[in-house]
């Protein structure tokens, strides 16, 4: 009888296993698709993305370009994914104001600022260090001719509107109104505008001597840069009534006041693989992927749900702040 036994719980123990193997090779088959803000390209590519897909057998799949062009993709049909993560809120904002909403909550999850990244290996990297260490004003660096400084299109791209607004605020902040004309030679002049996904390969590559960027591409590429004023760098919610003091009017008229830089997560109406979805959520609010975003220069704030979320995800955040 014992040998009975022991066969049947070997057979059994067997069977329970190859039952696991099918389960995640099914579940490693299905692909979580993620729309994200160009900026999280590093971050995404070579961390959260593969960590996520070890953490639960999902396949991951990504994809990033500015977060305002990624919102008009999704309207225009020509993406679906799983997820959208976006820097600042205003994407969010404008899926859910559609005609025909595309997106009906979005999650706050982490916090970041504006800095000025630069190549060590630019001719002007003498100046641009000087003014690292504040030994040179900032803007008269990047006000010279000879300097090429780079950002991305604010009607596309959240960096983009953040800089025109940084930009603002320090013709505030230094009592000089003609800083922001001539650091940005024109909010939409082309010459100076390249789009989120390569613009820091073409600082990296000696093509521009400065971008601006926020403080997590600098932190997770090595890059050199320039810490602004925290009444200026959008990165502090105790300067929020301040930055509301310069704003963005966007070609179709919408107005975008100045408020500190945050990252949102939602979970599209088109969204074909819901279940993907809410594990990838769930391990973007887990501590080892906070781990991972700190580690890449973002800073951890408290979750916070805009708007009308499924109960899947209001339970999920539950659990995340009782732990």
Do not use: C
């Amino acid at each position: 009888m014992k040998g009975i036994w022991r066969i049947t719980a070997a057979l059994t123990l067997l069977l329970l296993i190859i039952a696991a193997l099918i389960s995640t090779q099914q579940k490693t088959g299905e692909e979580v698709k993620i729309l994200y803000a160009g900026s999280l390209i590093s971050l995404m590519e070579t961390s959260i993305g593969p960590a996520f897909a070890r953490e639960t057998g999902f396949r991951y799949l990504g994809e990033g370009h500015g977060s305002i062009q990624n919102a008009y993709m999704l309207i225009d049909g020509q993406r679906f994914p799983d997820v959208f993560i976006s820097a600042g809120t205003e994407a969010m904002e404008l899926l859910m104001k559609n005609e025909q909403p595309l997106v009906s909550w979005y999650m706050t999850f982490a916090a970041d600022e504006i800095v000025i990244a630069y190549n060590k290996k630019s001719p002007a990297a003498g100046l641009l260090e000087k003014a690292a260490r504040g030994e040179l004003p900032w803007y008269e660096v990047l006000s010279k001719p000879d300097i090429l400084f780079l950002r991305t299109d604010p009607e596309l791209d959240p960096k983009g509107y953040y800089t025109v607004i940084m930009a603002r605020l320090a013709d505030i902040f230094y009592g000089n109104s003609s800083i922001s004309s001539s650091i940005l030679r024109g909010e939409r002049n082309l010459d100076f505008i390249r789009p989120e996904e390569v613009l820091i390969t073409l600082l990296e590559s000696g093509e521009t001597d400065a971008v601006s960027a926020y403080l997590h591409e600098a932190v997770e590429r090595g890059l050199p840069f320039i810490q602004l004023p925290p009444e200026i760098s959008l990165g502090y919610p105790e300067f929020a009534e301040f930055y509301k003091k310069a704003n963005y009017t966007t070609e179709s008229g919408n107005v975008i006041v100045g408020k500190p830089i945050v990252f949102a997560v939602t979970i599209p109406e088109t969204a074909n693989n819901v279940e993907g979805a809410l594990a990838f959520i769930r391990f973007l609010l887990s501590d080892e992927a906070g781990k991972i975003m700190e580690k890449h220069g973002f800073r951890r704030i408290r979750p916070q749900i805009h708007g009308e979320a499924p109960q899947e995800i209001i339970n999920l955040l539950k659990r995340v702040n009782h732990e």
